[in-house]
């Protein structure tokens, strides 16, 4: 949950002087629906190297 909502908070922020200051409401939505996922896949993606290292 938490990786979503850091996700949302830097595309909010990234986002809007990147793209809305520029008019570009499209690339301000597709980084609110990148941003979090990228961020839990790499969390999760991190957390099965961690548990096949354990074994």
């Known amino acids: 949950m ?3 909502l850091v996700g ?6 990234w986002g809007y002087f990147a793209d809305l200051r520029n008019g570009e409401i499209g690339w301000f939505i ?4 990148f941003m979090p996922l990228f961020l839990l896949f790499t969390r999760n993606l ?3 190297a961690d548990s096949k290292g354990e074994k």
Do not use: C, D, P
């Open 2 to 4: 938490e990786a979503i």
């Open 8 to 13: 949302l908070a830097i595309a909010i922020v």
């Open 30 to 33: 597709g980084r609110l629906i």
């Open 46 to 48: 991190s957390r099965l």
